[in-house]
T-cell receptor, first 116, second 115 residues
Framework: GAVVSQHPSRVICKSGTSVKIECRSLDFQATTMFWYRQFPKKSLMLMATSNEGSKATYEQGVEKDKFLINHASLTLSTLTVTSAHPEDSSFYIC????????????FGNGTRLTVT | AQTVTQSQPEMSVQEAETVTLSCTYDTSESNYYLFWYKQPPSRQMILVIRQEAYKQQNATENRFSVNFQKAAKSFSLKISDSQLGDTAMYFCAFILTGTASKLTFGTGTRLQVTL
């Protein structure tokens, strides 16, 4: 079945540095991918919709310059957390929709980001 | 805008028993999908079951079934013969048809299966 691979699964970085998270669709092409953020014991909050070949669409309250999204190919979207601060520490999950199948969204396994 | 409400933050059930998790949603659209996702401690999002809004028949997947009441905008999940491995967060989710539609999640219900 369709699989979404997310890398890295865990990352620790220092304040002020940038971190890139990759989301790949392994056996299907995804024109649209989604990036979520999840705080402990909370639901998933949609951050942005990543569109292949065009700019991402950000949800209200999400800083575009802080969370850079690039969707350069039909199988890869990246989320870069720029100038990370401890409050950016969170669990980030990507998802992608297989357009060839009647709907479901496939999720990556998530990335736990810790900013020290 | 679509909203999804899960009114039970936490629930507990004994092994082998049956438990029902509640979910209501609000939309003015008629074509959509509803899902239940399971998130165990590993944090992986696992699709449990889905329901197409145009189908009247309730979806079932082994021990998991739903009670879909479209007029009432209700979508509850029943877990039969609960197992310890069912312990997880359960999220109800909604998406309109269309490849660019966004998935809207409820706040989740933490289910604990006990011996």
């Amino acid at each position: 079945g369709a699989v979404v691979s997310q890398h890295p699964s865990r990352v620790i970085c220092k304040s002020g540095t940038s971190v890139k998270i990759e989301c790949r669709s392994l056996d299907f092409q995804a024109t649209t991918m989604f990036w979520y953020r999840q705080f402990p014991k909370k639901s998933l909050m949609l951050m942005a919709t990543s569109n292949e070949g065009s700019k991402a669409t950000y949800e209200q309250g999400v800083e575009k310059d802080k969370f850079l999204i690039n969707h350069a190919s039909l199988t890869l979207s990246t989320l870069t957390v720029t100038s990370a601060h401890p409050e950016d520490s969170s669990f980030y999950i990507c998802s992608a929709r297989d357009p060839g199948v009647d709907s479901p969204l496939h999720f990556g396994n998530g990335t736990r980001l810790t900013v020290t | 805008a679509q909203t999804v409400t899960q009114s039970q933050p936490e629930m507990s059930v004994q092994e082998a028993e049956t438990v029902t998790l509640s979910c209501t949603y609000d939309t003015s659209e008629s074509n959509y999908y509803l899902f239940w996702y399971k998130q165990p401690p590993s944090r992986q999002m696992i699709l449990v079951i889905r329901q197409e809004a145009y189908k009247q028949q309730n979806a079932t997947e082994n021990r998991f079934s739903v009670n879909f009441q479209k007029a009432a905008k209700s979508f509850s999940l029943k877990i039969s013969d609960s197992q310890l491995g069912d312990t997880a967060m359960y999220f109800c989710a909604f998406i309109l048809t269309g490849t660019a539609s966004k998935l809207t999640f409820g706040t989740g219900t933490r289910l604990q299966v006990t011996l």
